[in-house]
């Protein structure tokens, strides 16, 4: 395969791009029309019942600072995620250095820890209450002065701990599909390393991390658990105040409505920052930038830099859960472990697996149909499936159960016995039909991101030299975008074990996932108790993460061994 | 080809997944049980189950959620709904449910008796059955009980002398927010944000959850603070070297503040006459089966509270008034939110 990396800007290709964009394939613009229609199906249901009842609608009194926090912890997490993930893609892709090739697969960990149960194991460790202040009160006397954590600064720590890992996968696969020859380019025309870096190697990536921000942002939106522990008032805390205090759900929908604006502002930042350049690599699949070995200490402050992020993010964290589990089999009279564990494991495996393979699949077909181009209505739909992912959970949940209740109703009065029946409660149904909704986001993102650096001319010749649609998906668009799809499934699935509101409202009796078990014990403030089934979580999430990376390490090994 | 190898992975996790839950996951093959249950409240519910299931031999599958996602399901799957039983935790919620008709009116002479009347709707939608005290915790070392104001202790924490030892729960929780609807049901508005404001001018340092304020009493980092009583007889369970007291708020006044968890028969159920049959026995029989393993007050008098909780000493309780927590708990998230309280 030719190695030649070019840049193509898919603005000025003119007729041909014309050509691409213009009818498209009826089949597959509607399959994207179709996605949009299933996401967009349970928000708007729950905006236009929100909307149908307009009453006085008690907002929030400080709804004004709400916002401004909200902006605050939104640009925070999204400027420090991007450093932490960006960087640390940048060092493990480009370098060689000790440990890498575990540290390159073990720093997407942190993603598998669900941000309630990091939230709280933060706040008993370094709150007023835990071990380093106490040790630091003892050190220092009982009225020395400690930083509050229970802050703005706080949740941002605690969320970009947890969200980098989306910057830096996304960032590392494109790091990865990215060809070396244009970096080396740069470097025999001249440029330092840091210019080739910042002017080449950037841009190229530049739409993968926009990708990544957006998800990033829309998950820092619709946190409602850490932003609680860390007294951070958020308008997704006012939607559940004025929900849950005020009794008022119809007034919360109206509010959820000031949510959708931010997640439209992201999602329209998100392209305005990818901007109208497209970077194509006419040779496809790029080999990765050669490592650079960095010898000495050099490479140990490499080790170090990634092993404090992901101590922080997941060893002291996972160290603290299996302290409490090791205490609670200590002292415990009770079996440690519920007898339902294999159950619930098994539900939780069963039920995100399923998301990821459809959310994947979808986000593979609404990538390949906007090649087959549709016009700016397949564009839009395309945009529109992304939305899920800045509602939240649990309003996405019950988008579900008055869109299925409304089904119920038209096929009651159609003259169906029973109509619906209980399908969205009595099976998993609606939490699978919620996943997708919620979760085609991230898949879409991951998948997009790779099919922006296929070049049209490839979809182009292909389609000219008589290629069908589908053999253009199979045989072209599915082996270059294959990584951006594994990265989606493993996203889906991580993100889909640790779901909690969606399966906690939507589930049929008898179903219990993990997340559903961890968070009854922790709600009682039971953390010894939910330490080990937290455990759990985290040991289920590291399969796909492991799959994901055991493939792409044979890969790198291999660059490296071609380096040496 | 990498590719399949990862479908390969995937389909051989699958395949067994689905194999093992099968039905499970399709939610088919399985009789329902007599009674099903829709619960906010999740304190070992097994033990108090399997014991009416034992005694009666009316079985019964409950499935656990937070409040006001579980009342929209109810909702929203009307007359399909398969719930009999709707449980949940605080009189607000209660409250809200009666008024949004999701729960039928019930006349039993047995949970009139059992049930005091201001801890039951006037129709019979719903009946308390738990009972929680939300009131002063502190640290003996460092604060002599006879410093509070026994006749309006909540209020007196706002006393200057308090400044910068308090600690207390954050504006989200719902045990802050009615706690401050009984405060303006008691005193007004006007009174309510007075105190209010009285606790963020002593620096009053906002926990979100109620183990962790009562280590920080216990640590020292503060004087005291307000919790729920079961969380202090849980935590000395674990730890009865723990370095916190209770002491009962508002004695010589109104009483001390409590909270309810309750349950009331589905209007959309296809079982009624066993549903008020467990609810009559979960507040006669069941009672101590139902609270004693999370240390809560039983609500039926002719039940003793269990050892732990009985070590904390009688006390008078504030008259309930669900209607005013329901109501008001609005307006208390506005005055929090005024008071700068978050």
């Known amino acids: 395969m030719s190695e030649t990396a070019v840049l193509v800007d898919a603005g000025v290709s003119g007729p041909r791009r014309r050509l691409l964009t213009g009818n498209g394939r009826p089949m597959w613009s509607a399959a994207v029309l179709l996605a949009?229609?299933?996401?967009?199906?349970?928000?708007?249901?729950?905006?236009?019942?929100?909307?149908?009842?307009?009453?006085?609608?008690?907002?929030?009194?400080?709804?004004?600072?709400?916002?401004?926090?909200?902006?605050?912890?939104?640009?925070?997490?999204?400027?420090?995620?991007?450093?932490?993930?960006?960087?640390?893609?940048?060092?493990?892709?480009?370098?060689?250095?000790?440990?890498?090739?575990?540290?390159?697969?073990?720093?997407?960990?942190?993603?598998?820890?669900?941000?309630?149960?990091?939230?709280?194991?933060?706040?008993?460790?370094?709150?007023?209450?835990?071990?380093?202040?106490?040790?630091?009160?003892?050190?220092?006397?009982?009225?020395?002065?400690?930083?509050?954590?229970?802050?703005?600064?706080?949740?941002?720590?605690v969320m970009s701990l947890t969200l980098y890992p989306y910057v830096y996968l996304l960032a590392r696969s494109a790091l990865v599909e990215q060809s070396a020859t244009t970096y080396d380019a740069a470097?025999?025309?001249?440029?330092?390393?840091?210019?080739?870096?910042?002017?080449?190697?950037?841009?190229?990536?530049?739409?993968?991390?926009?990708?990544?921000?957006?998800?990033?942002?829309?998950?820092?939106?619709?946190?409602?658990?850490?932003?609680?522990?860390?007294?951070?008032?958020?308008?997704?805390?006012?939607?559940?105040?004025?929900?849950?205090?005020?009794?008022?759900f119809h007034a919360a929908t109206q509010l959820s409505v000031l949510v959708l604006v931010f997640a439209v502002a992201v999602l329209a930042g998100e392209r305005l920052l990818r901007g109208r350049s497209r970077f194509h690599q006419k040779a496809g699949r790029g080999e990765g930038l050669k490592s650079r070995r960095l010898t000495g200490w050099r490479g140990w402050a490499a080790a170090l830099a990634c092993l404090s992020v992901?101590?922080?993010?997941?060893?002291?964290?996972?160290?603290q859960l299996a302290g409490w589990a090791v205490g609670e089999a200590a002292g415990g009279s009770e079996p440690l472990l519920d007898p339902r564990f294999v159950e619930y494991l098994v539900n939780s495996v069963t039920v995100a697996s399923l998301a990821a393979l459809v959310c994947a699949a979808l986000a593979l077909t609404i990538g390949h149909a906007q090649r087959l181009g549709g016009g700016p209505l397949v564009a839009v739909a395309a945009q529109a499936t992304t939305f899920g992912y800045a509602v939240p959970g649990a309003v996405i949940g019950i988008g579900v159960l008055i869109a299925f209740a409304r089904v119920d109703e038209w096929l009651e009065l159609a003259g169906v016995p029973g109509g619906t029946g209980l399908l969205v409660t009595g099976s998993v149904a609606g939490i699978l039909c919620a996943y997708v909704v919620r979760f085609i986001a991230p898949a879409h993102q991951a998948v997009d991101a790779s099919f922006a650096k296929i070049s049209p001319a490839l979809t182009f010749s292909a389609l000219s030299l008589g290629s069908t649609p589908r053999r253009l998906l199979t045989r072209v668009h599915l082996p270059l975008a294959r990584r951006g799809a594994a990265v989606a499934l493993v996203l889906v699935a991580i993100d889909a074990v640790k779901e909690l509101p969606i399966v906690l409202l939507l589930r049929p009796f008898g179903f219990t996932t993990i997340s559903v078990w961890v968070y009854e014990l922790a709600r009682e403030n039971f953390w010894e108790k939910a330490a080990l089934p937290a455990l759990g979580i985290v040991a289920v999430a590291v399969i796909p993460v492991y799959f994901l990376f055991r493939r792409s390490a044979g890969l790198k090994a291999g660059a490296v061994t071609h380096d040496q | 080809m990498p590719r399949p190898k990862l479908l390969a992975a995937c389909t051989a996790i699958m395949v067994p997944a689905l194999a093992l839950s099968g039905c499970g996951v399709l939610g088919i093959g399985k009789a329902p049980a007599d009674l099903q249950i829709y619960t906010a409240r999740h304190y070992d519910l097994e033990g108090a189950f399997g014991q009416f299931t034992e005694e009666t031999g009316i079985s019964v599958?409950?499935?656990?959620?937070?409040?006001?996602?579980?009342?929209?399901?109810?909702?929203?799957?009307?007359?399909?709904?398969?719930?009999?039983?709707?449980?949940?935790?605080?009189?607000?919620?209660?409250?809200?449910?009666?008024?949004?008709?999701?729960?039928?009116?019930?006349?039993?002479?047995?949970?009139?008796?059992?049930?005091?009347?201001?801890?039951?709707?006037?129709?019979?939608?719903?009946?308390?059955?738990?009972?929680?005290?939300?009131t002063l915790t502190y640290n003996p070392d460092n604060v002599d009980p006879a410093e509070f104001d026994a006749e309006e202790s909540y209020a007196g924490l706002a006393d200057p002398k308090w400044n910068g030892r308090l600690c207390m729960r954050d504006a989200t929780s719902s045990y802050t927010q009615s706690l401050v609807a009984s405060l303006i049901d008691l005193h007004g508005r006007d009174r309510a944000l007075e105190i209010v404001e009285g606790w963020m001018a002593n620096n009053v340092d906002i926990m979100s959850n109620d183990v962790l304020l009562l280590e920080a009493i216990d640590a020292g980092a503060c004087?005291?603070?307000?919790?729920?009583?079961?969380?202090?007889?849980?935590?000395?369970?674990?730890?009865?070297?723990?370095?916190?007291?209770?002491?009962?708020?508002?004695?010589?006044?109104?009483?001390?503040?409590?909270?309810?968890?309750?349950?009331?028969?589905?209007?959309?159920?296809?079982?009624?006459?066993?549903?008020?049959?467990?609810?009559?026995?979960?507040?006669?029989?069941?009672?101590?089966?139902?609270?004693?393993?999370?240390?809560?007050?039983?609500?039926?008098?002719?039940?003793?509270?269990?050892?732990?909780?009985?070590?904390?000493?009688?006390?008078?309780r504030m008259p309930l008034n669900a209607e005013a927590y329901g109501d008001l708990n609005a307006e208390a998230i506005d005055v929090l939110a005024e008071a700068g309280y978050k």
Do not use: C
């Open chain 1, 36 to 157: 949009a229609a299933l996401v967009v199906t349970p928000v708007a249901a729950v905006v236009i019942d929100g909307l149908g009842s307009l009453n006085s609608g008690s907002l929030p009194q400080d709804i004004g600072p709400m916002i401004v926090t909200t902006v605050l912890l939104m640009g925070g997490v999204g400027l420090s995620t991007l450093l932490i993930g960006g960087g640390l893609a940048w060092l493990v892709t480009a370098h060689d250095f000790p440990l890498r090739n575990l540290l390159s697969w073990a720093l997407v960990l942190p993603l598998a820890m669900p941000a309630y149960i990091l939230g709280f194991v933060f706040l008993s460790t370094f709150d007023v209450g835990g071990p380093v202040q106490g040790m630091l009160r003892t050190v220092l006397g009982p009225g020395a002065w400690l930083p509050d954590v229970r802050t703005l600064a706080g949740a941002v720590v």
């Open chain 1, 187 to 248: 470097r025999t025309l001249g440029a330092g390393r840091s210019r080739a870096l910042w002017r080449v190697v950037v841009p190229m990536a530049r739409p993968s991390l926009a990708a990544a921000l957006a998800l990033v942002m829309m998950e820092t939106l619709t946190d409602f658990a850490t932003v609680q522990y860390f007294n951070v008032q958020t308008v997704s805390v006012g939607v559940y105040l004025v929900w849950k205090g005020s009794f008022d």
């Open chain 2, 223 to 316: 004087d005291v603070g307000i919790n729920n009583h079961y969380y202090l007889a849980r935590t000395l369970e674990e730890n009865p070297d723990l370095s916190v007291d209770l002491y009962w708020a508002s004695q010589e006044g109104a009483g001390t503040h409590v909270n309810i968890s309750g349950a009331g028969i589905v209007a959309d159920s296809d079982n009624a006459a066993q549903a008020q049959q467990l609810i009559e026995w979960l507040a006669t029989t069941g009672q101590n089966a139902f609270v004693d393993a999370n240390h809560e007050f039983p609500v039926n008098p002719a039940a003793e509270p269990e050892p732990v909780i009985a070590e904390f000493g009688e006390f008078e």
């Open chain 2, 61 to 134: 599958e409950f499935i656990t959620g937070d409040d006001a996602e579980l009342l929209e399901r109810l909702k929203a799957e009307g007359s399909d709904t398969p719930a009999d039983v709707f449980m949940t935790v605080d009189a607000g919620n209660l409250w809200n449910a009666a008024r949004q008709d999701v729960l039928a009116p019930t006349s039993s002479a047995a949970l009139d008796e059992a049930v005091p009347e201001d801890l039951r709707d006037p129709e019979g939608q719903w009946y308390g059955l738990a009972m929680r005290a939300r």
């Open chain 1, 310 to 319: 992901l101590g922080a993010g997941f060893i002291l964290p996972v160290a």
